[in-house]
């Protein structure tokens, strides 16, 4: 009891000077308004200071990509900071290599404006908008993913890449009495530029996977920001491997699609692992695309296939149906979309397979 | 049972909301310092520490592949990880960040199944915390103890 008391006393006074210190900040510090200059000149914009980069540049309609919503979980959001403003913090640290930070780069999200600014980004971020979309339809894909057909409404048409993802804006629900704004792959083709679909993985405890899931209905107004990320088709490679997992199908999709329709004389497998068939999902589809189309392969794999799914299929983790079925490393790129533990694992195999990490493209949130 | 106001602050933080869509606290009206006096004391019955408890969720996290599907580990548990993408922050706001995974232990034996997210094993580790009564993530000590066989 008395170590217990003790930790709890120490704990106290720590929290006390932490809570003074941040009263003082709020109160004596007041920073005005600062000018934050993006990319020496090309935009220039005036903000009040006290708020992270991140949220200021928000506010004027520039997106910096952040799929966690600026808790510091997901180290999209680097910036490159032309002078030396304050140490790095913690909380970035995970996310950021020596060489990152011996440049200046910093995470947006944790670094607060207190006084003009130089800040570098990639110039694509500029082109980035904010658009107000309709949940046109909404598809039960397996028993906690779901697919939304977001109608696009202002502005009307997004172009995007294959394998590009956009920021959704969660309401307001139940208890949740906070907005966060999260990541979701493009799963529709680029061809459709007048509406995107989402595919939507329900997670435990996820508040805007819970809100998409639970609380959004058709006709309902979305707000989201994009298109963001460089998952994407690159050239120079004539066999294409897909791997994905759940919801990681998501960017997949459209990479495949696109290159259909483009008749681009590439080859692609796809292969797709799912613990039991009740996790599968858009099977006929791919199948039908695989009867159609002579330079496309689809592989699905169950892990953990029950007697009842009469599963005559690939069996086994996704890594090892790789594995078995490819060999030759020469002019394969990969492409991988997942859960971190499989995005790990595929990298593992590849690796072993003979495929070089610069043919290698993933988005690991 | 008074409580420092760091402790405050994290119970905000564990409130639906902040970092998840459930409560980490639940239903429970004792306070946050409460709750895991407590189960300290129902630790301390039990024989065990909150180490030890880790430590064997640890075990059979470490048996399970990422959506691999039910492992058979010592002949008669079968254990599930389901993982998520993307990381949830630890509520006590010491950086620590846990990959969003659920992982579901059956005892075959005793037909009996327990389930926890990564977030629980550095909760309890870290912080001594089992989550209040009624968190979709509590863990019961003497009934994790009994299914896990700690």
């Given at each position: 009891?008395?170590?217990?008391?003790?930790?709890?006393?120490?704990?106290?006074?720590?929290?006390?000077?932490?809570?003074?210190?941040?009263?003082?900040?709020?109160?004596?510090?007041?920073?005005?308004?600062?000018?934050?200059?993006?990319?020496?000149?090309?935009?220039?914009?005036?903000?009040?200071?006290?708020?992270?980069?991140?949220?200021?540049?928000?506010?004027?309609?520039?997106?910096?990509?952040?799929?966690?919503?600026?808790?510091?979980?997901?180290?999209?959001?680097?910036?490159?900071?032309?002078?030396?403003?304050?140490?790095?913090?913690?909380?970035?640290?995970?996310?950021?290599?020596?060489?990152?930070?011996?440049?200046?780069?910093?995470?947006?999200?944790?670094?607060?404006?207190?006084?003009?600014?130089?800040?570098?980004?990639?110039?694509?971020?500029?082109?980035?908008?904010?658009?107000?979309?309709?949940?046109?339809?909404?598809?039960?894909?397996?028993?906690?993913?779901?697919?939304?057909?977001?109608?696009?409404?202002?502005?009307?048409?997004?172009?995007?890449?294959?394998?590009?993802?956009?920021?959704?804006?969660?309401?307001?629900?139940?208890?949740?009495?906070?907005?966060?704004?999260?990541?979701?792959?493009?799963?529709?083709?680029?061809?459709?530029?007048?509406?995107?679909?989402?595919?939507?993985?329900?997670?435990?405890?996820?508040?805007?996977?819970?809100?998409?899931?639970?609380?959004?209905?058709?006709?309902?107004?979305l707000t989201l920001a994009g298109p963001f990320g460089e998952f994407y088709l690159r050239e120079g490679a004539d066999h294409l491997i897909f791997i994905a997992?759940?919801?990681?199908?998501?960017?997949?999709?459209?990479?495949?699609?696109?290159?259909?329709?483009?008749?681009?004389?590439?080859?692609?497998?796809?292969?797709?692992?799912?613990?039991?068939?009740?996790?599968?999902?858009?099977?006929?589809?791919?199948?039908?695309?695989?009867?159609?189309?002579?330079?496309?392969?689809?592989?699905?794999?169950?892990?953990?296939?029950?007697?009842?799914?009469?599963?005559?299929?690939?069996?086994?983790?996704?890594?090892?149906?790789?594995?078995?079925?490819?060999?030759?490393?020469?002019?394969?790129?990969?492409?991988?979309?997942?859960?971190?533990?499989?995005?790990?694992?595929?990298?593992?195999?590849?690796?072993?397979?003979?495929?070089?990490?610069?043919?290698?493209?993933?988005?690991?949130? | 049972?008074?409580?420092?106001?760091?402790?405050?602050?994290?119970?905000?933080?564990?409130?639906?909301?902040?970092?998840?869509?459930?409560?980490?606290?639940?239903?429970?009206?004792?306070?946050?310092?409460?709750?895991?006096?407590?189960?300290?004391?129902?630790?301390?019955?039990?024989?065990?520490?909150?180490?030890?408890?880790?430590?064997?969720?640890?075990?059979?996290?470490?048996?399970?592949?990422?959506?691999?599907?039910?492992?058979?580990?010592?002949?008669?548990?079968?254990?599930?990880?389901?993982?998520?993408?993307?990381?949830?922050?630890?509520?006590?706001?010491?950086?620590?960040?846990?990959?969003?995974?659920?992982?579901?232990?059956?005892?075959?034996?005793?037909?009996?199944?327990?389930?926890?997210?990564?977030?629980?094993?550095?909760?309890?580790?870290?912080?001594?915390?089992?989550?209040?009564?009624?968190?979709?993530?509590?863990?019961?000590?003497?009934?994790?103890?009994?299914?896990?066989?700690?």
């Open positions: 009891m008395s170590v217990f008391v003790t930790v709890l006393s120490l704990s106290s006074l720590a929290t006390i000077l932490a809570a003074l210190v941040s009263l003082a900040d709020y109160h004596l510090n007041d920073y005005g308004v600062c000018t934050i200059n993006i990319n020496g000149g090309t935009r220039t914009v005036d903000v009040n200071g006290g708020s992270s980069i991140l949220s200021s540049l928000a506010k004027h309609k520039i997106f910096i990509p952040s799929a966690c919503g600026g808790k510091a979980t997901c180290g999209l959001c680097k910036v490159t900071m032309v002078d030396t403003i304050s140490p790095v913090l913690p909380t970035e640290e995970p996310y950021l290599t020596a060489k990152e930070i011996e440049g200046g780069v910093r995470l947006a999200c944790q670094v607060k404006v207190k006084r003009d600014l130089e800040i570098l980004i990639p110039g694509e971020f500029l082109t980035v908008s904010q658009y107000q979309a309709k949940v046109e339809k909404i598809t039960k894909l397996t028993y906690d993913i779901k697919k939304f057909r977001l109608r696009l409404l202002d502005p009307a048409q997004m172009e995007f890449k294959a394998g590009q993802y956009v920021q959704v804006d969660s309401k307001l629900y139940g208890a949740v009495r906070e907005e966060v704004s999260r990541a979701y792959s493009i799963s529709s083709a680029p061809s459709d530029r007048k509406a995107i679909e989402l595919v939507v993985r329900l997670v435990p405890g996820g508040i805007c996977t819970t809100f998409l899931h639970e609380h959004v209905k058709v006709g309902d107004k997992g759940g919801s990681g199908l998501a960017p997949i999709r459209p990479m495949i699609l696109d290159i259909l329709k483009r008749k681009l004389d590439k080859k692609m497998t796809f292969f797709f692992g799912a613990v039991s068939r009740k996790d599968l999902f858009y099977v006929d589809y791919f199948r039908d695309l695989e009867a159609r189309y002579p330079n496309f392969t689809y592989i699905p794999a169950l892990s953990g296939a029950k007697p009842e799914d009469e599963w005559d299929g690939e069996e086994g983790l996704i890594t090892e149906v790789v594995a078995r079925n490819i060999s030759d490393p020469e002019g394969k790129q990969a492409y991988l979309c997942g859960s971190p533990g499989m995005i790990d694992a595929a990298l593992g195999t590849l690796r072993e397979i003979g495929i070089g990490a610069e043919h290698i493209y993933y988005d690991k949130f | 049972m008074k409580q420092a106001p760091d402790f405050l602050r994290i119970e905000e933080n564990m409130r639906t909301g902040p970092l998840a869509a459930h409560d980490f606290l639940g239903s429970d009206e004792r306070s946050l310092a409460a709750i895991i006096y407590h189960d300290r004391l129902l630790l301390e019955q039990l024989g065990l520490t909150a180490k030890d408890f880790a430590q064997r969720m640890r075990y059979f996290s470490s048996k399970a592949g990422a959506d691999a599907g039910p492992q058979i580990v010592d002949g008669k548990f079968a254990v599930e990880r389901a993982e998520y993408i993307g990381r949830i922050l630890c509520p006590f706001a010491d950086n620590f960040q846990a990959p969003k995974a659920v992982i579901t232990v059956v005892n075959k034996e005793l037909g009996k199944k327990v389930v926890w997210s990564d977030l629980n094993v550095h909760l309890i580790e870290e912080h001594g915390f089992f989550e209040g009564e009624g968190a979709p993530f509590r863990i019961e000590p003497s009934f994790y103890a009994e299914v896990l066989e700690i």
